[in-house]
């Protein structure tokens, strides 16, 4: 009978490490205090409604530290209407802003902020071990609250958030897929149909996690008109 015991704490510690939404937010909430750092991002973005394209190009340099987030160089004129970001970037501050907090940015320079409120209500759905761009990672599939209130709820058809996440040997996130499809109607008789897919890799620079790339795309009809849009966001660490 003694060698049941070993056996069954073998397992006990494989259940345990098994847990990969427990490891992610884990590492993420033992990241530490992030350093100074400097980025280069370089934006790009496609926006088409009623058979019209708009692009837009944009390049910025950004720090972030103690003192919060500052934007030192940018080629969007100081005096541009700034874009609605559909992805939670909020609106752009001028060159030499240093407001700290300030949403411009704040998902590329410190994603796992933004990434960890979105776990506190994550239910997986799979998870098992699929490497990475060849290097060994666990793969989770999880579904995410949409946080719509009740007024909005009460016109959906359907509603979906689901989060692919490949977790490194460290626990750290390499990737995430988020995809959210919307259908809803109002005033009794229109629909409402969006869906959104955003690729986003990770990259690590000293002690803090950065964005490396970012691809989103938008599609949708509204009043019987459709849309799309698409973004592609790139950074460097400039050392």
């Known amino acids: 009978m003694?060698?049941?015991?070993?056996?069954?704490m073998l397992l006990c510690g494989s259940l345990l490490r098994a847990d990969g939404l427990s490891d992610l937010k884990a590492a993420l909430r033992g990241l530490p205090a992030p350093a100074k750092v400097r980025l280069k991002i370089e934006a790009e973005s496609l926006e088409r409604e009623s058979g019209k394209d708009v692009i837009e190009h944009r390049t910025t340099l950004v720090e972030d530290g103690p003192e919060g987030i500052r934007i030192l160089e940018d080629s969007r004129p100081a005096n541009a209407p700034a874009k609605a970001q559909g992805k939670g970037k909020g609106t752009s501050k001028s060159p030499g802003s240093a407001k700290k907090g300030s949403g411009e940015f704040h998902d590329e320079l410190r994603p796992a902020e933004g990434l960890l409120e979105q776990l506190e209500k994550a239910r997986v759905l799979e998870e098992k071990a699929?490497?990475?761009e060849g290097r060994p990672a666990r793969r989770l599939k999880l579904a995410l609250d949409?946080?719509?209130?009740?007024?909005?709820?009460?016109?959906?058809?359907?509603?979906e958030h689901e989060a692919t996440v490949w977790i490194g040997q460290d626990g750290l996130p390499l990737a995430v897929v988020h995809r959210i499809e919307i259908k809803a109607r109002v005033m009794l008789v229109a629909s409402v149909w969006t869906k959104i897919e955003i690729r986003r890799r990770f990259q690590r620079s000293q002690n803090r996690l950065l964005v490396l790339d970012e691809q989103a795309e938008i599609q949708g009809a509204a009043l019987g008109k459709s849309f799309s849009a698409k973004d592609t966001t790139r950074c460097s660490v400039i050392l």
Request: glycine share 0%.
């Open 2 to 8: 003694r060698p049941a015991l070993p056996l069954a």
């Open 146 to 159: 949409l946080e719509l209130d009740a007024e909005a709820r009460s016109h959906l058809k359907k509603a």
């Open 130 to 132: 699929e490497a990475y």
